[in-house]
């Protein structure tokens, strides 16, 4: 009787919900849609492996504060946000809104993340996120009324606003009234065990992981505030995501989004996904097709029904070869960090030549720095260093020692060893070892010698940290495009994974000085405090002396040989699908690779 209760009362809730079933009293007014579109229809995407489900949560793009695709800053989720002295943010909640299982969206889905969540040491052993701490310091979190919630340092925290429109955000609120049953604070003991039991959990807190999925978008129970909603229990190859139908933004003309009823992704071996978007099996693909795909694609088109596009790659480089200035080896070591080594390398480079054998002269030779689309962008920086001179390159190399050769014509290290090295990579495409075949002939001229060893992504990972790989060439910088507002962290040692020329003294800061090394180099040091005084800076012509300055500094040193940059990322879409832009920064940060571009208002005509 009480289960036949339960279930009518749920059913009362789901169809009391349905007839409310729309955007909030204040919707999100998009007005400066290129068309306004009609509801309806299906976009079928592929994706190579089953947690690609996220892509949902990147691609819907909802987030409390967002970049807009020229990177202004706006309230998107929140009705508005105020900061103060750089260190109060007050946000201010949408009234009506709900989350999509039509529960009201409140500061109490704050108040749980922040009590609950990152304060728990059960669910945060490290505790809260780093981007809620300045100096050590966590945040004062106030419930100022139910759709009102303020956030206090007692210093800036200039990090914290574009941690929250980040394409991987950093999300600190939560569907209290979902996840509620599933901590040990909330829920019922009995009924907690036996949940525990049934989804053979090792405890509570791995229960609540696995059901705390919101920028993964796997568990179809928990609600969520994106315009699709997954729909789909894994495992499975196939994905379906229907539309939120309480969705918080509208058109001009008041018509609720996302236009699209249903997003599918479909698993599928990458290696086919060429083939299949050749096929037409797709509506729009960007995932796993590459340049070298583009001349297959293009002649597909008129059998697949797809429309290839072309958008310039946001990278700070598409490729660049990494030096390691920690590397076990004394000898290259010395080198590496030598200013003239590392020029006399990159003057030795043909870019042009990289670019035309590959990219059909489509790229453009650049170091790893920040690209035009930039505000912060002036020529020089990308120029630095990328002058292809081999006679100043072989003046160079004489100059640090290096005039004596073996028989083969290979330079001789001070030791009498050959200058001669293995550059690491992992091998994920072609495009990295067909790259290095031609950087061997141009080094060979300069008496340097190279070999290429791919190895799995772990593996060199493991040899970078330990000093043992002494040069890898893998993607460049992640935020070709940055504006002043967001942190600078390329730019100095701050992420043993994303950096590969200086793992040590990443690793010293991520680890606050408790492993690693600390910076030696004076102008490491230099970019160090730099990046520090924009973490102290919430001013934005500071914050825009400290890149620009930072971005001087960093490019002259030439501490990364760049290749080239803004490689076209092929972009294949119904010829029938609308609001897609013609021509977009393709890039992952901040952009979200689609998301920046709202696919909500996407839309197909007749």
């Known amino acids: 009787m009480h289960r036949l209760a339960a279930l009518f009362g749920a059913l009362t809730f789901c169809l009391t919900a349905a007839a409310r079933a729309g955007p909030p009293d204040e919707p999100r007014v998009l007005s400066d849609l290129p068309e306004l579109g009609r509801p309806g229809g299906e976009l079928r995407s592929l994706i190579g492996r089953a947690r690609d489900t996220r892509l949902l949560y990147v691609f819907g793009h909802a987030r409390l504060i967002g970049y807009d695709p020229d990177l202004n800053l706006a309230p998107d989720i929140l009705a508005s946000y105020d900061v103060q002295e750089g260190r109060i943010f007050t946000f201010r909640l949408r009234r009506g809104h709900r989350w999509s299982d039509g529960r009201p969206f409140t500061a109490e889905d704050f108040r749980f993340f922040w009590e609950d969540m990152a304060s728990n040491a059960a669910l945060a052993p490290s505790g809260p996120p780093i981007q809620l701490l300045v100096g050590g310091e966590l945040p004062k979190v106030e419930i ?5 919630v303020r956030y206090s340092w007692a210093a800036p925290n200039p990090l914290f606003v574009p941690a929250l429109a980040a394409a991987t955000p950093v999300a600190i609120y939560r569907p209290a009234h979902y996840l509620k049953q599933f901590h040990e604070r909330y829920a019922d003991p009995a009924t907690l065990a036996r949940l525990i039991r049934e989804t053979r959990s090792r405890d509570w807190v791995q229960l609540f992981l696995r059901k705390d999925r919101l920028d993964d978008l796997d568990n179809p129970a928990m609600p969520t505030l994106q315009p699709w909603m997954q729909t789909t229990e894994g495992p499975a190859q196939r994905f379906v995501a229907v539309r939120n139908p309480y969705f918080f933004r509208v058109d001009g003309k008041g018509q609720q989004l996302p236009y699209l009823d249903r997003l599918v992704l479909q698993v599928v071996d990458p290696k086919l996904i060429p083939i299949k978007t050749g096929a037409g099996e797709t509506d729009l693909q960007a995932r796993h097709l590459f340049f070298k795909d583009y001349t297959f694609l293009k002649q597909a088109e008129q059998r697949s029904g797809l429309r290839l596009l072309l958008w310039p790659e946001g990278r700070s480089a598409h490729l660049a070869l990494f030096p390691n200035l920690n590397a076990r080896d004394p000898v ?3 080198l590496f960090r030598d200013l003239r080594f590392r020029q006399a390398l990159s003057y030795g480079l043909d870019r042009e030549a990289l670019s035309e054998y590959i990219y059909f002269g489509l790229a453009e030779p650049s170091n790893n720095s920040i690209i035009p689309a930039s505000p912060l962008y002036r020529e020089e920086y990308g120029k630095r260093c990328t002058t292809h001179d081999p006679q100043a390159a072989n003046r160079l ?10 028989r083969r014509g290979t330079r001789l290290l001070p030791d009498g060893r050959p200058l001669e090295l293995i550059v690491e990579t992992t091998g994920e495409d072609s495009e990295q070892t ?10 060979q001229e300069l008496g340097f010698t190279i070999h290429a060893k791919p190895a799995d992504r772990e593996v060199v990972r493991n ?22 507002v967001m942190p600078p962290r390329a730019l100095a040692p701050t992420s043993q994974a994303d950096q590969p020329q200086w793992p040590k003294w990443a690793q010293y800061y991520e680890t606050k000085g408790a492993a690693g090394e600390p910076p030696d180099l004076p102008e490491t040091k230099e970019l160090m ?4 005084s ?11 002396e400290i890149w620009e300055r930072m971005l001087d500094l960093y490019t ?11 490689v076209r990322q092929p972009v294949a879409m119904r010829t029938n699908l609308r609001n897609v832009p013609e021509t977009a920064i393709f890039n992952w940060e901040p952009q979200g690779q689609f998301g920046i571009y709202r696919p909500d208002t996407f839309f197909y005509a007749d």
């Open 144 to 148: 100022l009324d139910e759709l009102t």
């Open 332 to 334: 290259w070591r010395g």
């Open 397 to 406: 190399l004489d100059e640090l020692g290096l005039d004596k050769r073996d």
């Open 434 to 443: 067909d790259m290095l075949e031609l950087i061997r002939d141009q080094w």
């Open 463 to 484: 040899r970078i940290f330990s000093g043992d790989a002494l040069m890898t060439i893998s993607y460049g910088g992640d935020i070709g495009m940055p504006t002043a």
């Open 529 to 532: 405090a730099l990046f520090r």
């Open 534 to 544: 924009w973490e102290q800076s919430y001013e934005p012509a500071r914050q825009t």
């Open 556 to 566: 002259s040193q030439c501490y990364t040989l760049g290749l080239i940059q803004e």
